[in-house]
């Protein structure tokens, strides 16, 4: 039975073979048992530059318990090495990610291995290199961006200060900084530096931003518009804006005061409307803001009186020549008024000076700009004069006691500015027309009409201080005379000459070639004093002197105190005293410091203050006006007291001058002002020539 016994053999053998590796393989008998595997376990796969990690190996089925033994490849090194387990160490922290592989090998069968992967992130880098500017009344949202470390970020602000409208928020890889910007936010706000730092242990990594700057642009101002219609009458439907622009989207209003009764306040648009029941003066402040906290406010004051009861018949402007508030005025009670001013950081003393001293100023638009330093009042110094510093002055109150007189007895405006920001020639302008057809300097050769010869120009204003070439010095716009004529109102303009090359209606086309200048512009200026005495006084008058009576600086004259008194004079023993309104201001500021910074209404100005001195029976007794006034407040006080329309001009928006007065007090006799020069020796005095010589 040999093949029945070999197939049992075999098959019995093959039974025992497995039984055998069943069950006696795992101990062996002298031969050898192979590790099955190798597994690797990490503590932190992700590793900030220098921090650590630790690993631990298992091994199945190891012989005698021979563990394994560690490599590293890609950086960074291995410690606290036994046959189970390992530290890495990353290498310092770098600008560019590394893959680590650390492997593990059996001791036992170094055929059987196991790896684990560790990344090691570059540092952390900011990636935004700017912050955007913005403006009040936006919303801001901008994003800060990092990459590299380990993830999550914490941010936060090391360096500098964020407005307090704006956060700082993390979200997700970055921090948004955002908010509403409203009024207290705007500014510049500098050096400031971001730190993001990563979540990486033992050892964060940080990264900063370079210093950064956030500029938000403040809203544009909020301006009022201009005065309202004055007076209202009793009983006479009523309607004044005090309409603002500026700010930030729609504005609100609201007051502070009284109005007259009868009339109400359209909190949305300004307006001022209704009937007045009652007679009086109703003084009030308008305040405007919008919804970011930007905010304004003005004064104005409502008359009421019966239809045609302004007791004013006659007004007369007395226009003097060159010289500020700070200059005239310095020291009066209960006015604004500076005794040191600022050049470029220092403060200047102001030092007194005599009327009549010889000095050399700039008063020509670029010289304005210069002083004025974009509202620092800091650049009124003049290198090339023999002093300087020689603006920086004050003329003495006993230099000018006539003025001083007038001023304490009546209406001082100590908030009068000019309303050009320029010389003479222009400045003459707004006061017939309330423009000056954009020219900005006096022409040259200073012939100032349209009887210049051929090739005069003046200047127009350019930005920024500079002037446009310029253009023939006769215009052909409407001026108050027209409106005068129009409405059968008398005017006289007094001046040292006809064609004098600078009275101001020389340079308008229609009046210079029409009747109008050969009928109602007299000289010489002294003429008027034999008018008033002889009984004769137009509705509406202008008087401008010759040099030695103007103030200007450099005539080498005080009598122009004395030439003002004695037409005031005049007039307060006439019998036109009972109805007339004397306004006595100067044309230009003359190069004079003065400290108060001009309100902006458009690119001509207004410029510098001038005084003012309001004298009628009806001005208010020993009173300061702090209300805004410029030189187109005259025409408007003749379109307000008439009953005119406006020019379309600054007169549409100035303010009337009705602050300057109270036309329920009673009339009282005029008291002389004392003088040095007589009425006499300025009626045969020699001419003097121009008052403007710049």
């Known amino acids: 039975m040999p093949a029945f016994a070999g197939f049992w053999i075999g098959t019995l053998s093959y039974l025992v073979v497995i039984a055998i590796f069943v069950s006696f393989g795992p101990s062996g008998c002298g031969g050898s048992s192979p590790a099955n595997g190798v597994a690797i376990t990490v503590s932190a796969r992700t590793v900030d530059g220098s921090d650590s990690t630790a690993l631990t190996a298992t091994v199945s089925n190891d012989r005698n318990s021979a563990g394994v033994s560690w490599s590293v490849r890609g950086g960074g090194t291995l410690s606290s090495t036994s046959t189970f387990g390992t530290t890495y160490t990353a290498p310092a922290p770098s600008n560019s990610?590394?893959?680590?592989?650390?492997?593990?090998?059996?001791?036992?069968?170094?055929?059987?291995?196991?790896?684990?992967?560790?990344?090691?992130?570059?540092?952390?880098?900011?990636?935004?290199?700017?912050?955007?500017?913005?403006?009040?009344?936006?919303?801001?949202?901008?994003?800060l961006t990092a990459s590299g470390g380990i993830l999550p970020y914490t941010w936060k602000l090391t360096s500098g200060t964020l407005p307090a409208c704006l956060t700082i928020t993390a979200s997700g890889s970055g921090a948004l900084i955002a908010g509403t910007l409203n009024a207290s936010c705007a500014g510049t706000y500098s050096?400031?530096?971001?730190?993001?730092?990563?979540?990486?242990?033992?050892?964060?990594?940080?990264?900063?931003?370079?210093?950064?700057?956030?500029?938000?642009?403040?809203?544009?101002?909020?301006?009022?518009?201009?005065?309202?219609?004055?007076?209202?009458?009793?009983?006479?439907?009523?309607?004044?804006?005090?309409?603002?622009?500026?700010?930030?989207?729609?504005?609100?209003?609201?007051?502070?005061?009284?109005?007259?009764?009868?009339?109400?306040?359209?909190?949305?648009?300004?307006?001022?409307?209704?009937?007045?029941?009652?007679?009086?003066?109703?003084?009030?402040?308008?305040?405007?803001?919008?919804?970011?906290?930007?905010?304004?406010?003005?004064?104005?004051?409502?008359?009421?009186?019966?239809?045609?009861?302004?007791?004013?018949?006659?007004?007369?402007?007395?226009?003097q020549e060159n010289r500020t508030f700070d200059n005239l005025f310095n020291g009066f009670p209960g006015a604004d008024s500076a005794q040191s001013g600022m050049n470029k950081g220092t403060v200047v003393p102001l030092t007194p000076v005599p009327l009549a001293g010889t000095v050399s100023l700039d008063n020509s638009h670029l010289g304005w700009w210069k002083a004025w330093d974009n509202g620092k009042m800091d650049g009124f110094a003049l290198s090339w004069a023999n002093d300087p510093l020689?603006?920086?002055?004050?003329?003495?109150?006993?230099?000018?006691?006539?003025?001083?007189?007038?001023?304490?007895?009546?209406?001082?405006?100590?908030?009068?500015?000019?309303?050009?920001?320029?010389?003479?020639?222009?400045?003459?302008?707004?006061?017939?027309?309330?423009?000056?057809?954009?020219?900005?300097?006096?022409?040259?050769?200073?012939?100032?009409?349209?009887?210049?010869?051929?090739?005069?120009?003046?200047?127009?204003?350019?930005?920024?201080?500079?002037?446009?070439?310029?253009?023939?010095?006769?215009?052909?716009?409407?001026?108050?005379?027209?409106?005068?004529?129009?409405?059968?109102?008398?005017?006289?303009?007094?001046?040292?000459?006809?064609?004098?090359?600078?009275?101001?209606?020389?340079?308008?086309?229609?009046?210079?070639?029409?009747?109008?200048?050969?009928?109602?512009?007299?000289?010489?200026?002294?003429?008027?004093?034999?008018?008033i005495a002889n009984g004769k006084l137009a509705e509406v008058t202008w008087v401008t002197p010759d040099l030695i009576h103007s103030d200007h600086p450099g005539s080498n004259s005080n009598e122009g105190p004395d030439w003002v008194a004695s037409v005031v004079n005049a007039i307060g023993a006439s019998p036109f005293w009972n109805s007339t309104a004397i306004f006595i201001s100067w044309d230009d500021w003359g190069g004079w410091y003065d400290h108060a910074v001009p309100p902006v209404i458009d690119d001509m100005g207004p410029g510098f203050r001038v005084p003012l001195i309001v004298v009628s029976p009806y001005a208010k007794h020993g009173y300061v006006s702090h209300q805004d006034y410029e030189t187109a407040s005259l025409l408007t006080f003749m379109e307000k007291n008439f009953n005119l329309p406006n020019l379309g001009t600054r007169d549409a928006t100035a303010n009337d001058l009705s602050d300057c007065f109270d036309y329920s007090q009673t009339a009282t006799p005029y008291i002389p002002i004392k003088t040095n020069v007589s009425v006499d020796v300025l009626l045969h005095e020699k001419p003097s020539g121009p008052p403007d010589d710049d």
């Open 97 to 143: 990610a590394l893959t680590v592989t650390v492997t593990a090998t059996s001791v036992a069968d170094s055929s059987k291995t196991a790896s684990a992967t560790i990344i090691v992130p570059a540092r952390p880098a900011i990636t935004a290199a700017a912050l955007r500017s913005s403006a009040v009344g936006k919303a801001y949202s901008q994003l």
């Open 191 to 319: 050096n400031l530096v971001f730190q993001v730092t990563d979540s990486g242990t033992p050892n964060a990594l940080t990264a900063k931003t370079p210093a950064l700057t956030l500029t938000i642009a403040a809203a544009p101002a909020i301006k009022f518009g201009g005065a309202m219609p004055d007076p209202a009458a009793i009983d006479v439907a009523y309607t004044g804006s005090a309409a603002a622009s500026g700010g930030v989207g729609a504005l609100t209003y609201s007051l502070s005061g009284t109005l007259p009764t009868g009339l109400s306040l359209n909190t949305s648009s300004g307006a001022v409307t209704g009937t007045p029941t009652a007679v009086g003066t109703s003084w009030f402040t308008m305040a405007a803001a919008d919804a970011y906290g930007d905010s304004n406010s003005r004064s104005y004051s409502i008359g009421v009186s019966t239809p045609d009861a302004s007791p004013i018949k006659h007004i007369v402007v007395i226009m």
């Open 390 to 531: 020689g603006a920086y002055a004050y003329v003495q109150s006993s230099d000018i006691q006539p003025y001083w007189t007038l001023a304490t007895q009546y209406t001082l405006a100590d908030r009068m500015f000019q309303s050009n920001t320029g010389p003479s020639f222009g400045a003459h302008q707004y006061l017939i027309a309330g423009q000056s057809g954009q020219a900005d300097e006096n022409p040259n050769n200073n012939f100032f009409g349209c009887d210049a010869p051929a090739g005069t120009t003046v200047a127009l204003i350019g930005p920024n201080g500079t002037d446009l070439p310029g253009v023939y010095p006769c215009f052909d716009y409407q001026t108050m005379a027209d409106l005068l004529d129009a409405n059968g109102i008398t005017w006289s303009y007094y001046s040292y000459g006809r064609s004098s090359n600078f009275e101001p209606y020389e340079a308008i086309r229609h009046i210079f070639y029409g009747n109008d200048f050969k009928n109602n512009i007299i000289s010489p200026q002294t003429q008027v004093l034999t008018d």
